[in-house]
């Protein structure tokens, strides 16, 4: 087990079943890492956002004002949102103001949100990199007439080229902040489009990318041993499934944005693994008989926090039943248990235990999941920073949507 300030990883590979290619040793992701070292550098790479130098293109006079707003609703899709989303959900109890997030067209939601009286008094933050996401057009035209879009209600996080939502935020004077061009929704945490709204709600941001060059330096050892064995789950061609099985409520949207940074990054040429979200304890009465008992074609990830609630001993009616336990005990017990039985089972799993919950340990797994995604990919021999499947599906669906309003 790597024992690390912030956050621990034991990992769990059986030799007899998992065999590296000769591609997979340790000098070769030690010389990857040093390409990315030099990468930091240079103003147009993903990198560079790690960078204590990097520069956020907005003064913060600018947006200060809109710190007074008590309810602030974000609305985008993808990697654009989540990452916000993520890093509010794992500090939420900083703040006291309402966040809320529309990241699907639901209907529900929306209605909801037309009918509060003083929607207009919230601070609405739209991200749309391309500016033309038919999706966030859809939303905003919906809560028009409730929300007053207007330049001090409103801010625009976009590319910095024509499209509909630039045209839309310019005929209302609506400060626009620029979406960078070279980095993907997934992968633009650490910039104006995750910070700007974490700002906003009241995230220290400078703590946040405190910790972020951590695994490039003092931890690199760390994360190339954590490479070299999960290569072999990638060598191997015998798992189907990642599985992100999560002991830590906090991490529900963390886990959400590292499912698309994976499926996004490394679905590809026909290669890739499949993540999917697994609630423990709650699957552990649904979906651990499958796990332990079924096709040996899953890989783990074991997501747990070691942070303690203050919580009083049980003094209820199940004493004895609980072992005079609490919900926290209760919790890190079940999470034990099952890392007994992978281990008896010779299940493969990579356990990440989070030893504090703060904005530089949530920087901290943002640049790891980042760094470990990249370099498997260029193990992989695959770009990790585009999506050309999912840009068919756009134009497909904007065909279909433009030749119906013209029937």
Known sequence: MSNLKNINFENFIPNDKFKASKSSNKKTFYNLLKKINKKIKEKNNIFNSFSHDFKLNFNFKEIKKFKKFKRIITIGFGGSILGAQAINSFLKRKTSKELIFINNLDFDQIKKLNKINNLRN????????????IEILSIIDSLRKSANFNKNNSVVITDDKNSYLNSFAKKLKIKIFTHRKFIGGRYSVFTETALIPCYLMGVNIFKFKKNILNFLNKKKYTLIENLTNLSKIYDSKKINSIVLLNYCNNLEYFLLWCQQLIAES???KGKG??????????????LLQLYLDGPRDNFF???????????????GLFVEALNNKKMDEILENQRNATISLFKNKKIPFLSIEINKRDEETLGELFSYFILETVLIAEKLRINPYD????????????KILFTKIQK
């Open 266 to 268: 490394l679905g590809k």
């Open 273 to 286: 693994i499949i993540p999917l979200i697994s609630l423990a304890p709650r699957d552990n009465h649904s």
């Open 387 to 398: 999506q050309p499947a999912v840009e068919q599906l756009k134009k497909i669906s904007k």
């Open 122 to 133: 919230s601070l609405f933050v739209i991200i749309s990199k391309s500016g033309n996401t």
């Open 301 to 315: 990830y074991i997501f747990s926090s070691k942070e303690r609630k203050k919580t009083k001993k049980n003094k």
